[in-house]
């Protein structure tokens, strides 16, 4: 087939674990005029989705909001509470977990990065050994992800928790949700994080470009005595404004609009039925790795993401020319595979503003592509996904009786 047309029709398939697709009310809320950042309507804005955010953390304390992406809110957390070379217990669960620890080297920190196998995730007693080998109590932070976007791992938060108190041990605990919020249950104070790290373009359903810090008081307070470098980061300047509904520099309008609207839409629909739909297309999406014979990269089903699922592909398949070919064929798009596993996987993102009709185009599309791809697979891992879906939904009916 010679492709002569410039013009792909139909909405692109984003796939992706974020950037996920923005829902066409929150394009409408963000295509404004921009107003006066120090007016009044601005504040009344500001008020909303700084006391609405709230609840999204689930937390009672201020929640600092970032014209950045995730990756700048890593650094608000970490340079707002530690001082040069502080000790700080990383896991290295996958690829967003290195990218963290190569920051925190980078800004003099002193990382313990714990080894661990990508398709298992992170066990928490790992946690408690290496706190508890901590006589004197020199590391300052825990630092782990909540969902490792990179190999499709939930971690039991609050287990790292109760793993800490079990250790006796003082050290802040920080946690990346950045492609968990507003997917996955997460608690912020219940679970005593004491820094939460979000983003905009996942859960969010926003467009890429804002982060937050969720803090506890202990964060606030030890705060006080951090000795990193920060500027842009610091946190005081923030709460001193936000208080009275603005911003230390020009904060980004037209996302803040956005961002009262995911919130309320997301109330709309209401957190635990946002969580329960995650799961549920999480499942469909496991179902239709099964049919087709292939094996998820996660081994541990205990910590199957809500939000994505990485498909291994059989030896002498590559992954990136199969992603390649979907999208020229079907015009969608998956994550890519990273570390040792580079080239051997494929990542689908099931979150943010997603249905059960647009995850069956996409697993349909899916199969097509991996026949096209000549990758060996069963027929009907599609079908089994449908079977699990119409199960979620109640079951079939019974059919009249012939
Ligand atoms: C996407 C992601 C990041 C990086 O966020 P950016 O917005 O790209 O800076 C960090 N951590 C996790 C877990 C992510 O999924």
């Known amino acids: 087939m010679v492709k002569n047309t410039s013009r792909v029709p139909g909405r692109h398939a984003l796939h992706i674990p974020g950037p996920t697709p923005v829902p066409d009310r929150i394009l409408r809320a963000i295509d404004t005029p921009i107003i006066d950042h120090r007016g009044p309507e601005f504040s009344k804005l500001a008020k909303r989705c700084l006391d609405g955010i709230k609840t999204i953390f689930k937390t009672t304390n201020p929640v600092i909001i970032y014209t950045a992406t ?13 001082s040069p070379g502080d000790r700080v217990l990383m896991v290295e669960t996958g690829q967003f977990a290195n990218q963290w620890k190569t920051m925190a080297e980078r800004l003099g920190l002193k990382p313990e990065f714990i080894k661990t196998d990508w398709r298992q995730g ?87 470009g804002m982060s937050f810090n969720a803090v506890s008081d202990k964060a606030l307070a030890v705060g006080k005595t951090s000795k990193m470098t920060k500027s842009f980061w610091a946190w005081d300047d923030m709460l001193n404004m936000n208080k009275v509904g603005y911003f230390p520099y020009t904060p980004a309008t037209p996302m803040l609009q956005g961002l009262a609207v995911a919130i309320d839409m997301l109330h709309e629909e209401g957190l ?51 992603r390649a070919l979907a999208l020229e064929i079907f015009n969608i798009s998956y994550g890519a595979s990273f570390g040792a596993y580079a080239g051997k996987y494929f990542r ?55």
């Open 70 to 82: 995730g990756t700048g809110a890593w650094e608000g957390a970490l340079v707002n509470t530690l």
């Open 122 to 208: 992170l066990d928490p007693n790992v946690i408690e050994t290496a706190l508890r080998a901590d006589k004197n109590k020199e590391i300052k932070a825990v630092c782990v992800l909540h969902n490792e976007t990179s190999t499709g791992a939930l971690t039991p938060i609050a287990e790292v928790r109760k793993a800490i108190d079990a250790a006796g041990h003082p050290a802040l605990l920080m946690v990346d949700t950045i492609s968990s919020l507003a997917s996955a249950d997460y608690r912020h104070d219940e679970w005593g994080v004491d820094v939460t790290v979000g983003g905009s373009q996942k859960g969010l359903m926003l467009p890429p």
């Open 272 to 322: 635990d039925n946002v969580f329960a739909r995650h799961a549920r297309l999480a499942e469909a999406t496991r179902r239709a790795i099964g049919g087709w014979g292939l094996e998820n990269l996660n081994k541990n089903a205990s910590q199957y993401s809500p939000t994505l699922t990485a498909v291994m592909l059989p030896d002498g398949h590559n992954a990136d020319q199969f």
């Open 348 to 402: 689908i993102g099931h979150l943010g503003d997603i249905n059960d009709t647009m995850l069956m185009g996409g697993l349909a599309a899916t199969e097509m592509a991996l026949q096209l791809a000549g990758v060996p697979i069963k027929k009907g891992g599609a079908q089994a996904a449908m079977d699990y879906l119409v199960s979620a939904h109640g079951g079939a009916k019974k059919q009249a009786a012939e």
